[in-house]
């Protein structure tokens, strides 16, 4: 016996058949969302993802869970995210570096590039190249002097090898033609323990983490890698202004997800976010905090960044022969 089938009842049958995918995409969130953290607890990330969270929380109708995974210069969490189901109930707080540090300075299974999407661009900040007290120097100017004068003698730390936070030693070392030795962390809090501790006199670290420091005496600040002063510091001096714009740089804290994952939702998480970053209270919260909220660039945009800061730090590692781990 045959049987014929109309065009129609077809495409009927192809339409009702993706109907259960995209109710499921429109739905979404129908269950709890997992931010997992590529940091640990107290760190930037972490700091980022609870002050988003009971937004995103009230807006979305689910609860949003903070989950942190640290270790392995944020592999692990990484590797959370592409074992979770890919439906978008799972999420990925972590910094830019992900994309265009880490994979130059860790062998990885994986190619970040391709499996992490940006969605969108949580928080941002510049560093700060900060000292312990007794460093005899009051500015960047009266500290590369000393430098000159004790070449190979200062130290500095990072909270990652081949992180911005190293690259930007590397960077000053060319520029005010100095040698400052690098020692590499896992982590701000060790480095910056350190560093307290007058073990390593001097780190290049987030803002988030230095300026409750700065602020108690503990350390000194000396610059800042942002474009322009960042309002918490408003008497620490840019680079730029420091005769050193080759340091001007941003680091940014973003919502992550699988390229596969649905669209729809992608676009759902992507404007809940932006609608409460736009929060005058939140963002007043993210400046307390160390943080300037995030700028609502588009998922390409952000890919187009990574990769063109892929290709700058890539060249600095490459000019003292850095071979990842």
């Known amino acids: 016996m045959t049987f014929h089938i109309s065009r129609r009842a077809l495409l009927g049958s192809a339409a009702i058949s993706l109907l259960p995918a995209f109710a499921r995409a429109q739905a979404w969130p129908v269950r709890p969302v997992r931010l997992v953290v590529a940091g640990p607890a107290g760190g930037s990330a972490d700091l980022v993802a609870r002050l988003v969270a009971e937004p995103l929380q009230r807006d979305l109708g689910q609860p949003v869970i903070v989950d942190n995974k640290p270790g392995a210069a944020g592999a692990i969490a ?13 999420l990925l707080v972590g910094v830019n570096s992900l994309v265009s540090e880490i994979p130059h300075i860790v ?24 000292g312990h007290p007794s460093v005899p120097a009051k500015d960047l100017k009266e500290l590369v002097a000393y430098a000159k004068a ?6 500095y730390a990072s909270y990652s ?8 030693g590397l960077l000053l070392n060319q520029a005010a033609g100095i040698q400052l030795t690098h020692v590499g962390y896992k982590g701000s809090s060790p480095a910056l323990a350190d560093v307290m501790g007058n073990h390593v006199p001097l780190m290049f670290d987030g803002l988030a983490t230095s300026l409750p420091l700065i602020k108690a005496g503990k350390l000194k600040a000396f610059a800042v890698s942002a474009p322009k002063r960042v309002p918490q510091l408003p008497e620490v ?12 740089a941003l680091a940014w804290m973003g919502l992550w997800t699988t390229p596969d994952s649905p669209a729809a939702v992608q676009t759902r ?23 300037e909220a995030g700028a609502p ?17 890539g060249a600095v590692l490459q000019s003292i022969n850095f071979k990842p781990e």
């Open 107 to 130: 062998k990885l299974r994986w190619d970040m590039a391709r499996e992490l999407r940006p969605l969108a661009e949580l928080a941002r900040a510049g560093l700060v190249l900060v």
């Open 237 to 248: 001096p840019t680079f730029r202004e420091a005769g050193y714009p080759q340091l001007e």
């Open 269 to 291: 998480a992507r404007e809940a976010v932006l609608k409460l970053l736009a929060d005058p209270g939140l963002r007043t919260r993210m400046l307390d905090t160390g943080f």
């Open 297 to 313: 660039r588009t998922p390409d945009e952000m890919v187009r960044g990574l990769k063109a800061d892929y290709d700058r730090v």
């Open 161 to 168: 090898p081949g992180t911005l936070s190293h690259v930007l």
């Open 150 to 155: 004790n070449p190979g003698k200062l130290n």
């Open 78 to 90: 990484v590797g959370e995210l592409l074992q979770a189901p890919r439906d978008g109930h799972t």
